[in-house]
């Protein structure tokens, strides 16, 4: 795992991208969150990043795992709640259909 600082966060569509301390640049869904919730992210978090060495559109990585880094103050209560609107909810857009 590589320490990392959000960089970018769009939670509309759950998709953002954090700054590694080595200058990697890696895009993330909400769906790698592991230990946050979408509420959680927010730009400037410290998180620990597990990353895949697969491109993402302008990314030349991607993430696999994105975690609370060591110290920092989140809500793991807020996990277990199943009705929490934080969870990570994909908009309902049809990408795949040419217009």
């Given at each position: 795992?590589?320490e990392a600082?959000?960089?970018?966060w769009?939670?509309?569509?759950?998709?953002?991208?954090?700054?590694?301390?080595?200058?990697?640049?890696?895009w993330f869904h909400?769906?790698?969150?592991?230990?946050?919730?979408?509420?959680e992210?927010?730009?400037g978090?410290?998180?620990?990043v597990?990353?895949?060495?697969?491109?993402?559109?302008?990314?030349?990585y991607?993430?696999?795992?994105?975690?609370?880094?060591?110290?920092?103050e989140?809500?793991?209560?807020r996990?277990?709640?199943a009705?929490?609107?934080?969870?990570?909810?994909?908009?309902?857009?049809?990408?795949?259909?040419?217009?």
């Open positions: 795992m590589v600082r959000v960089w970018k769009n939670p509309a569509n759950g998709t953002g991208a954090v700054h590694t301390v080595d200058g990697l640049f890696v909400c769906t790698s969150l592991d230990g946050l919730t979408h509420a992210v927010a730009v978090l410290t998180v620990q597990v990353i895949d060495p697969n491109p993402q559109g302008q990314y030349a991607r993430a696999e795992h994105i975690r609370p880094a060591a110290g920092v989140h809500d793991p209560i996990r277990a709640r009705d929490d609107s934080a969870y990570c909810e994909i908009p309902n857009t049809d990408y795949g259909r040419p217009h």
